[in-house]
């Protein structure tokens, strides 16, 4: 029997409430601070996301899902959505609108991870991007876009942990001190650590293995190296979110995985969880390096399967999706054509219908009518469609009335109607 591939599922109708609700919140937030929707292929080419990502980075060397198509061309599915957004910005010349361009996604990313609470290989993001200024305030309103959404789906007792790994001018020297202070203890870190200092030491400090953390806590520090644009740019960032009263921890280790990161970097975690929410920080070198013009940018990601774990393991609800109020039922197979003929009708006037099918009998059509939550039921008898009249049964109190074919929305609780 096949199942779902590893690290991936199913959403069934019942999960789907939750990731309508939480479309909901973000499509408000983003309307609320003017982002617009965007969406891009599934899959990009493969050199996007090396170049973008990192060639050297966990996400390219180890979880891409690569593939050449028919004409040899080597594509790969997409493990995140701010490249291939940079890749539609460069493309589509929105570099001529007025900036900063505000976009958001929601797409589902692949990453080949050792599937575990929280962690799958196919998951969903929303994402909030906003392109074209440097202006520390956009920093700053994405995270707040980031707090408020999380705010308003019930999810308090956050973290928001914030660095800075400065920019082109500063990172090099930075990197040079810590690749200087871990040189001569190499072999005391873990085999992935002892790559890392090769080719991606910044991702030396946020190593889960115990001794590794316990070296990169005595670790240079970004911030002590930033130059004076980056020194400048991280106090406004942190000026304007005391301003906003958003609580933040400067946490130093905080690298993220992806290597087009400068600046501001940003997590925000449960207080009771090492796993991140969402995150996000600057990137104001990569859609130049992806061939456009130099242009600063700053976004978020948030992972969906993340938020819906926290609502549910805190019982928090969602509205339930609406379902059909009304059953159609029909005596005898003759009925059967007027029985889809008013079910038709009703569904013009907006009205939710639920047909009965198969070989039922009128007795079982009414149990499974009662079984699917029907509160009315509507019964079809070839003699009453002649005159105009059917049967509407109220499920809960088993009153019957018979009721003209033209005024049956009239009978109907105001649930049911048009709204
Ligand atoms: P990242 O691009 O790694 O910062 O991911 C952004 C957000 O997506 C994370 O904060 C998580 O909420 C979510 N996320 C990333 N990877 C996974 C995964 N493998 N499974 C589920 N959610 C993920």
Redesign the pocket.
């Known amino acids: 029997m096949y199942q779902a591939p590893r690290g991936t599922s199913d959403i069934l109708p019942q999960q789907q409430v939750y990731f309508k609700h939480i479309a909901d919140k973000a499509s408000l937030a983003a309307y609320l601070y003017g982002y617009e929707r965007i969406d891009t292929p599934v899959f990009e080419d493969f050199g996007l996301f090396s170049h973008s990502i990192g060639e050297e980075t966990e996400i390219v060397v180890k979880e891409m899902y690569v593939f050449k198509d028919k004409g040899d061309k080597v594509l790969a599915l997409r493990p ?1 959505g701010t490249a291939p957004l940079c890749r539609a910005y460069i493309e589509h010349g929105m570099g001529s609108l007025p900036q900063p361009v505000r976009l958001y996604y929601f797409a589902s990313a692949f ?1 080949y ?1 050792r599937p575990q609470a ?3 290989r196919q ?1 969903h ?1 929303f994402g909030f991007e906003a392109i074209g200024d440097a202006d520390p305030a956009l920093d700053v309103e994405i995270i707040d876009l980031a707090w408020q959404l999380y705010t308003s789906l019930g999810i308090d007792q956050l973290s928001l942990y914030l660095n800075s790994i400065g920019c082109k001018a500063c990172r090099p020297g930075y990197v040079q001190a810590l690749k200087d202070y871990y040189s001569p203890q190499l072999s005391q870190l873990c085999p992935d650590c002892q790559a890392r200092w090769q080719r991606n030491p910044l991702r030396l400090l946020d190593c889960k293995q115990p001794a590794c953390q316990e070296k990169a806590v005595q670790a240079p520090q970004s911030l002590d190296h930033l130059c004076v644009y980056c020194r400048g740019h991280f106090a406004e960032v942190k000026r304007h979110l005391e301003a906003l009263g958003l609580p933040y921890t400067l946490n130093p280790r905080l690298v ?3 290597d087009y990161y400068t600046n501001t970097v940003f997590e925000i975690q449960l207080r009771t969880s090492s796993l ?4 996000g920080g600057r990137y104001d070198n990569l859609i130049e390096q992806l061939g456009g013009k130099p242009t600063p940018a700053v976004g978020f ?3 969906v ?2 938020i819906i774990g926290y609502l549910k393991e805190h019982g928090i609800p969602v509205p339930p999706s609406p379902r059909p109020e009304v059953a159609i039922v029909y005596l005898g197979e003759a009925a059967k054509s007027d029985a889809l003929k008013l079910a038709s009708e009703l569904r013009s006037e907006k009205v939710a219908v639920l047909l009965a099918a198969g070989g039922r009998s009128l007795k079982g059509q009414l149990r499974h009518a009662g079984s699917l939550g029907a509160r009315y039921v509507l019964i079809v008898a070839e003699d009453e469609m002649r005159s105009g009249t059917v049967t509407l049964r109220d499920m809960s109190s088993h009153e019957q009335k018979s009721v003209p074919r033209g005024e049956i929305a009239r009978f109907l609780s105001p649930k049911s109607q048009p709204g």
């Open positions: 995140e990453r991870e929280g962690r799958y998951h993001q993220r995985g992806l991140a929410l969402g995150g990601a948030t992972g399967e993340r």
